[in-house]
């Protein structure tokens, strides 16, 4: 059973659109919620989040967390044909890095031109 | 500032070879962590080392081991290879302050093929 779900799995938008990628997740034991982007190989870290309704904002990227609805969302607005990636989602638990994060399968956003 | 390190980028071995792969952590990270991505699977958390001791580990079978050094780098072997084992084997490091989840970053990953 997947405890981190991310949807949808798969994306295609066209440049300049706003794109919405959601991610929900259990509650035990629940630290933060992460977001990476993950273009070739190595995951790139994104935002970190531990409070509730606490937008985080990098350029055209937001993210925001709901720990009532158990989910997340990542918000890319303007879309640009560099935004095409897998984003990932994981969850970090109590006790720091003890379980390791939690990943999604995470959504392949193609962002055509 | 340096970020994660691996190597080697690929590695090809034949079923039952053993397979090391290296990580150096960005410094100051104390914290080293493991994880599997095979097709189709996502990440999947192997083991996590920090100061020197692994802390946890993952459902993965005990062929899967490693160890941190005292420069905090750390080495992941894996024994007895299966077919199954072909991935892309991903190393990230964080800080470890108390029981505060803290940002895990990624190095480029060995992408490990069992034949």
């Known amino acids: 059973e997947d405890k981190v779900v991310q949807s949808p799995l798969s994306l295609v938008v066209h440049e300049g659109d706003t794109v919405t990628l959601n991610c929900s997740y259990e509650?035990?034991?629940?630290?933060?919620l992460l977001w990476y982007k993950q273009e070739k190989k190595a995951p790139t870290f994104l935002f970190m989040l531990t409070s509730s309704g606490i937008e985080k904002k990098s350029g055209r990227l937001s993210s925001i967390l709901d720990k009532k609805e158990l989910f997340s969302i990542l918000n890319i607005t303007a879309t640009q044909t560099g935004d095409s990636a897998v984003y990932l989602c994981a969850e970090g638990r109590v006790g720091g890095g003890a379980d390791g994060l939690t990943f999604g399968k995470g959504t392949h956003l193609i962002i055509q031109p | 500032e340096a970020g994660v390190t691996q190597s080697p980028t690929h590695l090809i071995k034949t079923r039952g070879q053993q397979a090391t792969l290296r990580c150096s952590p960005i410094s100051g990270h104390t914290s080293v962590y493991w994880y599997q991505q095979a097709l189709g699977l996502g990440l999947q958390f192997l083991l996590w080392y920090d100061e020197g001791e692994e802390r946890n580990r993952g459902n993965f079978p005990p062929r899967f081991s490693g160890r941190q050094f005292p420069n905090y780098s750390s080495e992941l072997n894996v024994n007895a290879l299966e077919l199954e084992d072909s991935a892309l084997y991903l190393c990230?490091?964080?800080?470890?302050?108390?029981?505060?989840?803290?940002?895990?970053?990624f190095g480029p990953g060995t992408r490990l093929l069992v034949l």
């Open positions: 509650v035990t034991n629940f630290r933060s």
């Open positions: 990230a490091s964080s800080l470890r302050l108390g029981t505060l989840v803290r940002a895990q970053y």
